[in-house]
């Protein structure tokens, strides 16, 4: 083996222990942010009380302070942020806290059928129209050479 070979090889372990040892611990990360920042946004959100949960005024408040929490614990054990514990933990608090809420913050319904009607209606009779219009300038113009 040539000597550059086994100074390489040493380098290459030593730099898998640096790595190692200054990687993230993901899996403690994640034991911390269930445990500081899950326990305090629990205790806010049962402070707004579940009727409010999907109004984004309400929540607005604690879900920052919730981020920020995620970061700041992330920024001390020098992870990098968001990482895929943070999605996960993203995840589960929009399934347990926000499942039930729209995109707008209010439930989605149908319109009224005073309001969809002529949007069904006129598009239909002006297909119609046309065709029919189509239909009798061609036979109207058949005479003419």
């Known amino acids: ?7 390489f090889l040493g380098l290459l372990l030593l730099a898998d222990h640096l790595i190692l040892l200054t990687a993230c611990n993901e899996a403690y990360y994640s034991y911390l942010i269930q445990h500081i920042c899950l326990e305090a946004y629990k205790f806010q959100m049962t402070d707004i009380g579940q009727r409010f949960w999907c109004d984004w005024e309400a929540t607005l408040s604690s879900y920052g302070d919730l981020t920020n929490c995620t970061y700041l614990i992330a920024n001390k054990m020098d ?9 996960q933990f993203f995840v589960t608090i929009h399934t347990e806290y926000f499942v039930n809420c729209s995109v707008s913050g209010r439930a989605l319904g149908d319109p ?5 009607g002529p949007f069904i209606v006129i598009p239909v009779m002006i297909t119609l129209l046309m065709t029919a219009l189509v239909v009798w300038r061609s036979k109207r113009n058949e005479g003419i050479v």
């Open 1 to 7: 083996m040539a000597p550059w070979t086994g100074r």
């Open 79 to 87: 992870c990098f942020w968001p990482n895929h514990a943070v999605d």
């Open 112 to 116: 009224p059928n005073n309001i969809i």
